[in-house]
């Protein structure tokens, strides 16, 4: 068995790469700790299990990035790793924590925003609960592969989407933006919209910077949002591939903020006015 390749067990297991695309690779850990090692290893899900990532031959199938995704994120889906990009997002923080106040910031200096993800159950089929059968590599995937809205906002606005679609649902239609029927398929199915909130207590410019620097890594056409976004402060004069790499970054913190809340849906019956 030492000359296997060995797979790394949980999100928390995933490395930080320093390095470009070229460079990342994978932390090790035990054989038998993830679905994605061999045949037989006590914890893989049985074959044909929903689970189960495997081909024909019983070989483990990896899942590459949608199109659309930016090289970055593509990289990081395929290797299983995410770039080390904390001295930028404390750059970007610490920047928006003692803000210039002679200049004028987009909607103030309020500290009452966060950003949010809007992810469908069809996907994660329960991600938190399942995440320590599955290695590292495919938490990610799964997870990025059931975004399809990245938004920034205030007290409730992200429920503000499930009640523009909620009137569609009363009068059984499927109008609307491509995010609007994304939440009218979903609800069709039986299930709920979920919504990640991540990066709480920041002013707007802060926000939206996060904001598009994710949206840039997954990709417009990868997700429902209309607009890349703006970027403020520092993160506007950096080279785009230096955002998505940031943008990839967060997106691995949001799903660990994922990973330990666990996953609650939003159905019709749920939103104010709904029933």
């Known amino acids: 068995m030492g000359e296997r390749a060995q797979c790394c067990r949980g999100p928390s297991r995933m490395k930080l790469c320093a390095g470009g695309c070229g460079r990342w690779g994978m932390t090790r850990g035990p054989l038998r700790s993830s679905p994605g090692g061999f045949p037989g290893s006590p914890l893989c899900p049985p074959r044909g299990s929903p689970w189960c990532r495997r081909g024909a031959d019983g070989a483990p199938r990896c899942r590459t990035a949608a199109p659309g995704h930016s090289p970055e994120l593509a990289a990081a889906l395929r290797t299983g790793c ?6 930028d997002e404390l750059a970007l923080a610490q920047q928006f924590d003692h803000p ?19 992810l469908d159950p069809r ?3 329960n991600l938190p609960l399942r995440s320590h059968c599955l290695s590292p590599a495919e938490c990610f995937r799964t997870f990025v592969k059931a975004i399809f809205y990245v938004g920034k906002g205030t007290r409730a606005r992200p429920y503000r989407h499930l009640a523009e679609a909620l009137s569609q649902h009363r009068a059984g239609t499927q109008k609307g933006c491509p995010k609007v029927r994304r939440i009218l398929e979903i609800w069709a199915s039986g299930q709920g919209v979920i919504s990640v909130h991540c990066f709480q207590s920041t002013v707007p410019a802060e926000a939206y910077t996060r904001e598009g620097c994710i949206v840039e890594a997954l990709g417009l056409q990868t997700i429902t949002n209309q607009r890349k976004g703006n970027c403020y402060g520092v993160a506007a004069s950096w080279p785009a591939e230096r955002r998505r790499r940031l943008g990839v970054h967060m997106l691995h913190r949001a799903m660990r903020i994922f990973l330990a809340e666990g996953e609650r849906q939003l159905r019709p019956a749920d939103i104010q006015g709904g029933r």
């Open 82 to 87: 995410v770039p080390d990009c904390a001295q």
């Open 100 to 118: 210039n106040r002679s200049r004028h910031w987009r909607e103030g200096l309020v500290k009452s925003s966060f950003n949010y993800l809007l």
């Open 123 to 125: 996907t994660t089929q």
